[in-house]
């Protein structure tokens, strides 16, 4: 291929895509993997430009959807994961403009993860570190195999690295603690997989930080003591180790202290980091915006000055009902919430922004479609382990991006 392009598909942003096309129209794509090269390929439902459910201009529905805004009390901004970082922080002036509610979709996931690395609470790295440098890598509450196909074999486990030659089995051991024999257990193999009870991660990282400091570890669960301590023992002689946290680690804990601890330790007798397994493409990029601009990364609200807290996260607006109008953008609440909870946007004024027909779009006043990212229109984004990326423009559309159309509705407010 004579150029490489960048796959929205997940937050690994794979940047060694190959594409044909035929005049505006992606035909195949190489290197990707599944998941990358339906999202790449485009909607198969994609969304129309409607007001009130009739079909309508695009300036009708910006006009209209500007009006909702302006003349909401407290309107609520939501999505932003599958947004370019340009649109983001497009969206946030947008907040401030209108005295909004503003939340992604880190709010119920990843979110303290990621609040802690920007806090520098936790040790991170990046993806190419650990494929040049990571002896040991430990898979906990993640699934790579099956919400990242390409994670193992681009950085994590398989490939050869400047300090990892002989790559997998050989120069890396991979360790797998979860709830279920997943197909990233499969791999890492019998030996290498640490299954727990559900809910038991927080006393699973008290009874490694008990093995490493040459403790007996203890649990309420029935667990071997001695393949605590044969694991303790891998993660002590680890020159460069990482963790990679997915959802089932962030669900099962009320609060990240007993991370902490575990990290402090592993770094007080190793060398260890840890990267969250961030799903959506620029979910990552949101927070770091947020951050940037207001010491937050979710769960704000603008108004004479700026509120922070879990009742002001979309969940909590939602369920106390104190938004009056929504805005979302590139993501479907309807589908990812609690319908008891997201029964609620179908009261309300509703404006979506997508590429793609959705339930949420299907019960909105306003839909607007947009440009998909990474193919349609460009910007950057933020991979899964902080590191910048530039997303290029494959092929021509006469849909405008998310950034043109958030621009377009601030000015008409």
């Known amino acids: 291929m004579s150029e490489y392009y960048v796959c929205t598909g997940c937050a690994l942003l794979c940047d060694d895509i190959g594409v044909e096309t035929e005049g505006n129209k ?11 090269v339906a999202r790449m390929k485009g909607c198969s439902d994609p ?36 947004s370019s ?72 486990y398989f490939p050869r690295g400047k300090e990892r030659q002989r790559g997998w089995e050989e120069d890396r051991t991979a360790i797998c603690i979860d709830v279920r024999k997943s197909d990233t257990a499969e791999i890492c193999g019998d030996n290498g997989t640490y299954l727990i009870p559900s809910q038991a991660d927080a006393e699973f990282m008290d009874a490694l930080v008990s093995g490493l400091s040459n403790k007996v570890p203890k649990t309420s669960f029935d667990f071997d003591k001695k393949r605590i301590l044969e694991l303790t023992n891998i993660l002590k002689k680890a020159k460069f180790g990482v963790i990679f946290v997915g959802l089932g680690f962030v669900y099962s804990l009320d609060e990240l202290e007993p991370l902490f601890r575990l990290m402090d330790k592993l770094n ?41 807290g879990p009742e002001y996260s979309v969940v909590e607006a939602l369920k106390q ?13 309807l589908s990812s919430l609690p319908l008891s909870v997201a029964r609620y946007l179908t009261e309300i004024p509703l404006i979506t922004i997508d590429p793609c027909q959705t339930l949420t779009s299907a ?42 159309l958030l621009t377009r509705i601030m000015e008409a407010l």
């Open 363 to 404: 019960k909105s006043d306003v839909t607007i479609p947009c440009a998909l990212g990474g193919v349609e229109s460009g910007g950057t984004a933020i991979r899964m382990d902080g590191v910048e990326i530039e997303l290029k423009k494959i092929i021509e559309t006469d849909r405008l991006s998310d950034e043109d």
């Open 47 to 82: 969304m129309e430009c409607t007001v009130g459910g009739e079909k309508a201009d695009i300036d009708s529905a910006i006009t209209k959807a500007a009006a909702i805004l302006k003349s909401a009390k407290n309107p609520l901004i939501f999505g932003h994961g599958n």
């Open 268 to 308: 007080s007798v190793s060398n260890f980091h840890l990267i969250p397994m961030v799903g959506q493409y620029n979910m990552r990029g949101f927070n770091h915006n947020l951050f940037e601009e207001t010491g937050y990364i979710n769960r704000v609200k603008f108004d004479d000055e700026i509120s922070h």
């Open 26 to 36: 992606l035909t195949k794509v190489h290197a990707a993997c599944l998941k990358g």
């Open 85 to 156: 970082s340009q649109a983001q922080k497009i969206s946030i002036g947008l907040a401030k403009k209108t005295s909004a509610y503003l939340d992604d979709t880190s709010s119920f996931c990843q979110g303290p993860i990621i609040e802690a690395i920007l806090q520098d609470k936790l040790k991170t790295c990046t993806l190419d570190d650990v494929r040049h440098k990571a002896d040991v890598v430990v898979f906990w509450g993640a699934d790579p195999s099956s919400s990242h196909p390409r994670h193992l074999s681009r950085y994590s």
């Open 321 to 333: 009902k104190s938004v009056d109008a929504a805005l979302v953008i590139g993501s479907d609440p």
